[in-house]
């Protein structure tokens, strides 16, 4: 199995910067899989929010995050990142990192096809 753990979530004010990190544990070939990042607020459906190719590109974002968020990956360290910028306070959510093996970085947008979920970090994003 996979397991997924991430971290680097908190408060942080509106216009602020947080970097998320993913580490990837278990018997795998790291590179094979898809990674992405989704999140989900109170009263509200998890939603995408980016994906990167095994192999470091392409990227895939969803446009509310576009020009704000950076998603990469180290495959020698089996972590990958989200770099969040110019945070807003719609942006608070619960942030869960995923895996998905031999999906383009479109496809994984939809959630039906995850393999493996982190357990999530929570940011808030204050006004």
Not at 5 to 23: D, F, K, M, N, P
Not at 85 to 101: I, M, Q, R, W
């Amino acid at each position: 199995q996979v397991q997924l753990v991430e971290s680097g979530g908190g408060l942080v004010q509106a216009g602020g910067s947080l970097r998320l990190s993913c580490a990837a544990s278990g018997r795998t070939t790291f590179r094979n899989y898809a990674m992405g990042w989704f999140r989900q607020a109170p009263g509200k459906e998890r939603e995408f929010v980016a994906a990167i190719s095994g192999i470091g590109g392409p990227s895939h974002y969803a446009d509310f995050v576009k020009g704000r968020f950076t998603i990469s990956r180290n495959n020698a360290e089996n972590t990958i990142y989200l770099q969040m910028n110019s945070l807003k306070p719609e942006d608070t959510a619960v942030y869960y990192c995923a895996a998905s093996f031999g999906r383009t970085v479109q496809a994984m947008s939809g959630m039906a096809g995850i393999d493996y979920w982190g357990q999530g970090t929570q940011v808030t994003v204050s006004s």
